[in-house]
Nanobody, 128 residues
């Protein structure tokens, strides 16, 4: 199991951009699949985007496709989420997490419910 730390959240206006970072402490992410999830007030946590770190293969949910870009820097053991053209409905706490045992595809991690560990997340607020 690897400890992940999210950062980069903040408050923006609709149409603006933010970049979130997910950094691993004391470990490489090369062999794992990492996902960004979010939870809005009163709603269940949902997948946003996932990526297989070694191959860099991404998956996006329909809600963010075309607006968000997930990427990774293997040398820094970090995964990023570039969020463009943001909408008020993107307001949520954003979490990153990893699958440390089953090595799923990015699509599987984002679409099939799984048991993951969650950190504190980073708050993103988009005002209209």
């Amino acid at each position: 199991q690897v400890q992940l730390v999210e950062s980069g959240g903040g408050r923006v206006q609709a149409g603006e951009s933010l970049r979130l970072s997910c950094s691993a402490r004391g470990s490489t992410l090369d062999y794992f699949t990492i996902g960004w999830f979010r939870q809005a007030p009163g709603k269940e946590r949902e997948a946003v985007s996932c990526i297989t770190v070694k191959e860099g293969i991404p998956y996006y949910t329909d809600a963010v496709k075309g607006r968000f870009t997930i990427s990774r820097d293997n040398t820094k053991a970090a995964v990023y989420l570039q969020m463009n053209k943001m909408k008020p409905e993107d307001t949520a706490v954003y979490y990153c997490t990893g699958d440390w045992s089953s090595f799923p595809t990015a699509e599987t991690m984002c679409t099939v419910p799984g048991e993951y560990d969650w950190g504190q997340g980073t708050q993103v607020t988009v005002s209209s």
